[in-house]
């Protein structure tokens, strides 16, 4: 079984920063791929940013790209999200997720945490 949590949401005003954490736990876990995902107020999910596991080949949705950066610390089982420059359309619920394998989607998600941004 794997488990993971996110956490580090919360209400910041615009131009603020926050840091989002997704840590894993369970089973001995190798992902190809861990990913940002954010579902804004009535909108369907869409992808933020994800990397590599093995590496560090990174995407960003053009969106958020020069403001918020993934990372990942595979010694502790742990992705990031840094997120400036914040603005209130990036207020959404906020998913970390994995994927095991290059022939699946994503089969791993966390329980989201809420990311609200005041203008």
């Known amino acids: 079984q794997v488990q993971l949590v996110e956490s580090g949401g919360g209400l910041v005003q615009a131009g603020g920063s926050l840091r989002l954490s997704c840590a894993v736990f369970?089973?001995?876990?190798?992902?190809?791929?861990m990913g940002w995902f954010r579902r804004p107020p009535g909108m369907e999910r869409e992808l933020v940013a994800r990397v590599r596991w093995t590496s560090n080949i990174t995407y960003y949705a053009d969106s958020v790209k020069g403001r918020f950066t993934i990372s990942k610390d595979t010694t502790k089982n742990t992705m990031y999200l840094e997120m400036n420059s914040l603005k209130p359309e990036d207020t959404a619920v906020y998913y970390c997720a994995a994927q095991d394998s290059p022939l699946r989607d994503y089969n791993y998600w966390g329980q989201g945490t809420q990311v609200t941004v005041s203008s």
């Open positions: 369970g089973r001995t876990f190798s992902a190809y791929n």
